[in-house]
């Protein structure tokens, strides 16, 4: 097919997709499109990587960023946070229901002061304001499970056609190289093959999770659109992950889908969702110590022992930290005389330590890694005490929550601005839903009858 047509075709699907989505009745905000226009582009390219497509160039490096991307983040951020006004969020509210994420961040932002890049740490510490103020934008919706669902499906509907419509017909742009070894390389729509992997694993895993609330949809023909539609993405996602060929990124999906799944047994006592927890992770590490489980999940990967030098990476990394409790300060180690000593050895240039856990650990010390680790068992109880009132939301909550905890094993996640971290803070903040007018309504009957019961009853 010529590249034209399947453009063209390209072009008409996603149309379609989002005219389809329009006319099914549910009603939604408007203000969900900043988070489908933070998502999509932390997703896929920044702003000037879109255009430099076309050869156009704003000068942005790798220390500066580029001014249009801040232009393009500030803009939402702005945005964004004027629609929580509008909406009068609480603050107080966000900051008693969060208080381990208002402290990771505090702490983020204390430690630029001995960042030996200030003003380039305060630059980056803005932009990560965006993850908190797009995820309440989902979070504050009235209905917050129907919004997530529509943010990540338009997500969808543009990263995953635009990711095959480049690989099969636009390799210049879907397709890379590697510069020494000259191996190819399926990057889709995204920059690299992790980016696609991690992208298929979000939406693979949203769409798993849709497929099985599809499947209660009591609506015939709404019911046989949703089971089409998570099918038919689920089919494309198996395409673009055989493309990108990410173990990590195939691995974590599994392991949320299994979450999903298990969540789902009417055996499993969701009070006890953390005692499991505990329970399988005395388990992995007894057999691990006898049965060395963890090379020889490597081995089925196809994964040579060093996660391709990753390893090596960290030991290099580790060595050059100065200051083990405070860190380098806020996304400050990769950066001057440490970025020119690790260039000098590894030819490939990271600019990340493949790891969210050590990642954290080179730019906030022991100290960040402590409040990142509270931050995620507050996260995750939150969820658990919610799995039986919000149910179909917290079982994709956890799902999310555990693939990411994997996959930052050997991708660096918790950083910048990342589609991974966007989601994580979906998952991770709570804001009380006010009370219905029904419920309100329901509670004033309640009380008028036991007042009239007490009067009866001093009679």
């Given at each position: 097919m010529p590249p034209k047509i399947a453009t063209l075709l390209t072009i008409v699907l996603i149309l379609f997709l989002f005219i389809w989505e329009s006319r099914k009745g549910e009603k939604v905000s408007s203000a969900l499109w900043l988070p489908v226009m933070w998502m999509a582009i932390t997703g896929t390219r920044f702003v000037g990587q879109w255009l430099n497509l076309g050869g156009w160039n704003d000068g942005n490096n790798y220390q500066d960023g580029s001014l249009i991307d801040a232009l393009y983040f500030s803009s939402l951020i702005i945005i964004g946070i004027c629609v929580l006004v509008s909406r009068r969020i609480i603050l107080s509210k966000i900051l008693k229901n969060n208080r381990w994420l208002v402290v990771f961040f505090a702490y983020c932002f204390l430690s630029i002061t001995w960042s030996d890049f200030p003003f380039i740490a305060f630059k980056r510490y803005i932009k990560i304001l965006g993850h908190p103020v797009i995820a309440l934008i989902i979070i504050t919706d009235p209905n917050p499970l129907n919004a997530l669902r529509t943010v990540m499906k338009r997500c969808a509907f543009l990263m995953m056609p635009?990711?095959?419509?480049?690989?099969k017909y636009y390799p210049e742009y879907g397709r890379y190289f590697d510069n020494w070894t000259g191996q190819a390389?399926?990057?889709?729509?995204m920059l690299n093959k992790n980016e696609l992997g991690?992208?298929?694993?979000?939406?693979?895993?949203?769409?798993?999770?849709?497929?099985?609330?599809?499947?209660?949809?009591k609506n015939w023909r709404a019911k046989i659109a949703e089971l089409l539609l998570s099918i038919g993405f689920l089919y494309m996602i198996g395409w673009l992950w055989h493309m990108a060929q990410s173990a990590t990124a195939l691995t974590t999906f599994l392991i949320g889908v299994v979450t999903i799944?298990?969540?789902?047994?009417?055996?499993?006592?969701?009070?006890?969702?953390?005692?499991?927890?505990?329970?399988?992770?005395?388990?992995?590490?007894?057999?691990?110590?006898?049965?060395?489980?963890?090379?020889?999940?490597?081995?089925?990967l196809g994964r040579d022992p060093t996660l391709t030098d990753r390893t090596e990476i960290w030991g290099d990394a580790l060595a050059l930290v100065n200051n083990p409790i405070f860190g380098m300060g806020f996304e400050s180690f990769w950066l001057g005389p440490r970025l020119d000593t690790l260039w000098s050895k590894w030819w490939w240039q990271p600019n990340q330590a493949h790891n969210g856990y050590i990642e954290t650990y080179l730019n906030l010390g022991a100290m960040g890694v402590f409040l990142l680790f509270g931050l995620i068992v507050s996260t995750f109880r939150k969820i658990s005490r919610q799995l039986i009132t919000e149910y179909d939301f917290s079982r994709l909550r956890l799902g999310f929550l555990f693939a990411i905890l994997f996959y930052n094993h050997t991708e660096a996640a918790f950083k910048a601005v990342h589609l991974v971290w966007t989601v994580f803070h979906i998952i991770a903040i709570d804001y009380p839903k006010p009370p219905t007018p029904f419920k309100t309504d329901q509670l004033k009957l309640v009380q008028q009858e036991n007042l009239l019961r007490r009067k009866i009853y001093i009679k």
């Amino acid at each position: 097919m010529p590249p034209k047509i399947a453009t063209l075709l390209t072009i008409v699907l996603i149309l379609f997709l989002f005219i389809w989505e329009s006319r099914k009745g549910e009603k939604v905000s408007s203000a969900l499109w900043l988070p489908v226009m933070w998502m999509a582009i932390t997703g896929t390219r920044f702003v000037g990587q879109w255009l430099n497509l076309g050869g156009w160039n704003d000068g942005n490096n790798y220390q500066d960023g580029s001014l249009i991307d801040a232009l393009y983040f500030s803009s939402l951020i702005i945005i964004g946070i004027c629609v929580l006004v509008s909406r009068r969020i609480i603050l107080s509210k966000i900051l008693k229901n969060n208080r381990w994420l208002v402290v990771f961040f505090a702490y983020c932002f204390l430690s630029i002061t001995w960042s030996d890049f200030p003003f380039i740490a305060f630059k980056r510490y803005i932009k990560i304001l965006g993850h908190p103020v797009i995820a309440l934008i989902i979070i504050t919706d009235p209905n917050p499970l129907n919004a997530l669902r529509t943010v990540m499906k338009r997500c969808a509907f543009l990263m995953m056609p635009l990711s095959v419509l480049f690989i099969k017909y636009y390799p210049e742009y879907g397709r890379y190289f590697d510069n020494w070894t000259g191996q190819a390389y399926n990057s889709g729509a995204m920059l690299n093959k992790n980016e696609l992997g991690y992208g298929c694993m979000l939406f693979g895993i949203f769409f798993f999770w849709n497929l099985l609330i599809a499947s209660r949809i009591k609506n015939w023909r709404a019911k046989i659109a949703e089971l089409l539609l998570s099918i038919g993405f689920l089919y494309m996602i198996g395409w673009l992950w055989h493309m990108a060929q990410s173990a990590t990124a195939l691995t974590t999906f599994l392991i949320g889908v299994v979450t999903i799944i298990i969540l789902g047994f009417r055996i499993i006592n969701k009070n006890f969702v953390g005692t499991y927890l505990i329970i399988t992770i005395l388990l992995a590490t007894w057999a691990e110590l006898n049965f060395d489980i963890y090379e020889e999940i490597i081995e089925l990967l196809g994964r040579d022992p060093t996660l391709t030098d990753r390893t090596e990476i960290w030991g290099d990394a580790l060595a050059l930290v100065n200051n083990p409790i405070f860190g380098m300060g806020f996304e400050s180690f990769w950066l001057g005389p440490r970025l020119d000593t690790l260039w000098s050895k590894w030819w490939w240039q990271p600019n990340q330590a493949h790891n969210g856990y050590i990642e954290t650990y080179l730019n906030l010390g022991a100290m960040g890694v402590f409040l990142l680790f509270g931050l995620i068992v507050s996260t995750f109880r939150k969820i658990s005490r919610q799995l039986i009132t919000e149910y179909d939301f917290s079982r994709l909550r956890l799902g999310f929550l555990f693939a990411i905890l994997f996959y930052n094993h050997t991708e660096a996640a918790f950083k910048a601005v990342h589609l991974v971290w966007t989601v994580f803070h979906i998952i991770a903040i709570d804001y009380p839903k006010p009370p219905t007018p029904f419920k309100t309504d329901q509670l004033k009957l309640v009380q008028q009858e036991n007042l009239l019961r007490r009067k009866i009853y001093i009679k």
